[in-house]
């Protein structure tokens, strides 16, 4: 009696035994990967967040350098309050009634570097929903892969635990037509009883997957294959202004350099203009005034350049942070490349070379045990190096797609 081999499943197998493992009947409708990053970004409460202050820096911007609102006074003036002419307001030529309109005019330094300040703004906020946008899109892509590939594991373990039992009842009919030893039966059911242990395992693994996945995308369940990703490592650093992280800074350094302009601004003093009629007694006539006001900046040594010299220091320490984290992107980045050639070479090593021999050995083991030169111990120690080259081949393939996800939302477009 021929005892059975696994080589390892099929693309066939694993989407028929996906089907039966991840998706039961009346389960949620499938998101394929590009469908699942869209519906995590509609789904994801800090990108609606953002773009609520997006649109607050936006209204505050159409309102920067406007003028300030105008003042209106009303007034009695030169009123008598002793004498026999005492509060009576038509007996003295000087006494009236005073209507003023008072506008004051900021210096128009002052008030462009008020604008180009809230574009900045604006532009930051923009920057900081970017960065957000991408971080919610890279996050959610890592837990679909997650779980499609967890979901892979427990197929292709589904797939070694038939051929096990199996195997186990062909040692049982062996042992009972007295061509196998007893002891051979007892170390087939414990490597079941192993398998039981991996099952736990990667179920574990599953579970967080899903969890992870049920964050981004609810009930929905992942549908089709992940696309192939990959990454122009040359691109990527040509392209390093637009990292998610460094993409605030240019803004945050224009918002600086504007508060430099408005607190040397200061220094030319704004102005004012009013116009005020005054209504007196029927014998006296009408008056109209009109004023100008003019700030003096008599102290700019004490009072307007300490307020330029703290915002330069300010603007410097926005520049000293770019600085920073640009080195210290540039740096995480080249880690993060090296950590994905390091992915690739295993992978392509597991597949050319250990997946091959790792068979090889496990056809070699049935061989020799079917022809009486080995033990059972060492076909199943032959399966189980079959097996867990598979699953490390799955794994592999995880965590270079999720590399190549993280690294595919590292910077904006």
Do not use: C
């Not at 996906?18 to 389960?27: D, E, N, S, W």
């Not at 203009?273 to 006296?284: L, P, T």
């Not at 080259?389 to 690294?407: C, D, F, P, V, Y």
Request: glycine share 6%; aromatic share 4%; charged share 25%.
């Amino acid at each position: 009696m021929r005892l059975p081999f696994w080589p390892g499943p099929s693309a066939a197998a694993i989407l028929g035994l996906a089907v039966a493992i991840g998706m039961p009947a009346g389960a949620a409708p499938g998101l394929t990967y590009e469908q699942a990053l869209d519906a995590a970004e509609r789904r994801a409460p800090s990108l609606a967040a953002g773009a609520a202050s997006v649109d607050a820096a936006a209204r505050s911007a159409e309102a920067a350098g406007q003028l300030p609102d105008p003042s209106l006074s009303v007034g009695l003036e030169n009123l008598p309050v002793g004498g026999r002419d005492r509060f009576d307001w038509s007996a003295e030529p000087m006494t009236m009634r005073r209507l003023g309109w008072m506008q004051e005019v900021p210096n128009a330094a002052k008030r462009a570097a008020q604008r180009i300040g809230a574009q900045a703004a604006r532009e930051r906020e923009r920057a900081r929903w970017l960065a957000v946008r991408q971080q919610v899109r890279g996050e959610a892509a890592v837990a679909w892969l997650a779980r499609h590939y967890a979901q892979r594991r427990l197929v292709a373990l589904a797939s070694v635990e038939r051929e096990v039992a199996l195997l186990v009842d062909t040692v049982h009919a062996r042992v009972a037509a007295g061509t196998a030893m007893p002891a051979d039966a007892a170390m087939a059911r414990l490597e079941a009883a192993a398998l039981d242990d991996r099952r736990d395992e990667l179920q574990r693994q599953f579970d967080g997957a899903q969890a992870a996945f049920v964050r981004w995308f609810g009930e929905a369940e992942p549908a089709g294959d992940p696309p192939l990703l990959t990454v122009d490592a040359l691109q990527l650093k040509a392209r390093l202004n637009r990292h998610v992280e460094l993409l605030p800074y240019e803004p945050m350094l224009a918002m600086s350099e504007a508060a430099v302009a408005q607190a040397q601004a200061e220094r030319r003093g704004d102005w004012a203009w009013e116009v005020a009629y005054s209504n007196r007694s029927r014998a006296f006539g009408d008056m109209l005034s009109v004023q100008l006001r003019f700030q003096l900046p008599v102290s700019p040594s004490t009072r307007q350049g300490p307020r330029v010299s703290a915002r330069q220091k300010d603007a410097e320490r926005v520049r000293a942070e770019a600085e920073e984290a640009r080195l210290r992107v540039a740096a995480e980045l080249d880690d993060e490349l090296a950590e994905l050639r390091r992915l690739e070479r295993a992978l392509q090593r597991q597949r050319e070379r250990v997946e091959p021999l790792v068979q090889e050995r496990a056809r070699l083991s049935l061989a020799a045990y079917q022809a009486g030169r080995a033990d059972l111990g060492s076909v199943l120690a032959a399966r189980r190096n079959a097996a867990e080259a598979r699953l490390r081949t799955i794994e592999l393939q995880s965590e270079l797609a999720q590399q190549n996800a993280r690294l595919s939302h590292l910077v904006t477009e």
